[in-house]
């Protein structure tokens, strides 16, 4: 038997006619960025997190530069972070001009330590970015307490973590940013690439809304005035220039530097879709994880170990004790597997000028050394996860 990692043509074809009507509806309204469907898409997933301000944007690296922008992060400041994660984390820090400051993980669920964070705070440290690593919630309420303490902003990295939740707040909802991606992969995923910045804070929330599309026009002269402190004039001057649907005088009009990082609205309209089926696919998930928990418990291997209920699981990550034997096992088998990840950021040859050296994070060291993840998307049969069960089994029993 063939078990793929990931196969995503299967929740394709569940949904194929929602899908492509939804796509067609799109094609024919002539609106294509930013347009209703955008609008009901933020409105829907604000509903759903309990969050005042949604912002889709293009990508989800684009949300944590535009988190970090709108929270006032800036060349020189330092963001707390974890070494054990996908570079975007850090690569949108570093982006921005700030500095990285790494704090280890905790072993059990592979999140940064929030025991370890305070020792790292300077006069220079502006943010803590914790990550929700594989849709299992980092722990906030220490990490809230100590930002509070410092006057610190929080920014959630909850790529992997649309629909987790922590003691009975959805992730994104438990900082004073979250960030998300829409990557295909992910637990609500489109058609390409899509982001999403959520907030309570409505200075930030206008913030965001500029630096996405250039900070022109009326929100960039909004956001001027909170970043700058300033009084920003906006003003199409004298020419008798109106605004159409089509045409908007004041965008000619920019105050700080953005990007264009706008939501197309077919990714919309795809993520509409799927969002009905959201809570469907994170049962799914839970379902396979908790078998995995079940009959792999008794094996010499670490299993992930949560701080609550509310997983969402994007990955299911074991500690192996020799990983490269493992995973050429698991290739005979015919089985796909994940290493995530293979080197830790701090490591990454990009960090190079940060002057880390190899121990100076041992715990996430380990776990990119023994990391495997194993399939748990929510159309994997329940035979092909027996075969996975079993082939693992199997390979400890002469190992």
């Given at each position: 038997m063939k078990v793929e990692f990931l196969n995503l043509k299967r929740q394709y074809a569940k949904i194929a006619p929602e899908l492509e009507n939804a796509v067609l509806e799109c094609l024919?309204?002539?609106?294509?960025?930013?347009?209703?469907?955008?609008?009901?898409l933020e409105n829907k997933l604000s509903n759903y997190l309990g969050v005042s301000h949604v912002i889709t944007c293009g990508n989800g690296t684009d949300a944590l530069m535009l988190a970090l922008q709108a929270s006032g992060i800036k060349a020189g400041d330092e963001v707390i972070t974890t070494p054990f994660s996908f570079f975007a984390t850090s690569e949108a820090i570093a982006a921005v001009g700030a500095i990285p400051v790494?704090?280890?993980?905790?072993?059990?669920?592979?999140?940064?330590?929030?025991d370890k964070i305070e020792e790292k705070i300077t006069d220079k440290t502006k943010a803590i970015l914790p990550v929700h690593i594989?849709?299992?919630?980092?722990?906030?309420?220490?990490?809230?307490?100590?930002?509070?303490?410092y006057n610190l902003v929080v920014i959630e990295d909850a790529a992997q973590a649309i629909g987790c939740s922590y003691h009975g707040k959805k992730a994104g909802s438990l900082g004073t940013v979250g960030c998300f991606s829409f990557y295909p992969t992910k637990n609500l995923g489109a058609c390409g690439d899509a982001g999403m910045v959520t907030t309570n804070d409505e200075n930030i929330a206008n913030a965001v809304r500029a630096f996405k599309a250039h900070a022109a026009g009326k929100i960039g002269a909004k956001a001027f005035e909170y970043l700058e402190d300033e009084k920003a004039e906006c003003s199409v001057g004298e020419s008798g220039a109106t605004s159409s649907e089509l045409y908007d005088p004041y965008k000619y009009y920019n105050y700080l530097i953005g990007r264009n990082s706008r939501l197309d609205s077919i990714q919309a309209a795809v993520l509409?879709?799927?969002?009905?089926?959201?809570?469907?696919?994170?049962s799914a998930r839970c379902r396979i994880a908790n078998k995995y928990n079940s009959a792999l418990n008794k094996l010499p291997i670490q299993l992930p170990s949560c701080i609550n209920e509310g997983e969402c699981w994007h990955q299911y990550a074991i500690m192996v004790p020799d990983r490269e034997k493992f995973v050429q096992h698991m290739c005979k088998c015919e089985i796909g597997t994940g290493a995530f990840y293979p080197v830790p950021l701090?490591?990454?040859?990009?960090?190079?000028?940060?002057?880390?050296?190899k121990g100076d994070y041992p715990v996430a060291e380990w776990l990119c050394e023994h990391s495997v993840c194993l399939p748990v998307?929510?159309?994997l049969t329940e035979e092909e996860q027996d075969y996975v069960i079993e082939s693992i089994v199997k390979y400890f029993e002469v190992n």
């Open positions: 024919r309204s002539g609106a294509y960025i930013e347009g209703p469907k955008v609008k009901e790494f704090v280890d993980v905790r072993k059990n669920d592979y999140n940064i330590n929030p594989f849709g299992m919630s980092a722990d906030m309420d220490i990490i809230n307490k100590i930002a509070e303490k509409l879709v799927k969002f009905e089926h959201l809570e469907e696919y994170n701090h490591l990454q040859k990009a960090f190079k000028g940060l002057k880390y050296k998307f929510p159309e």
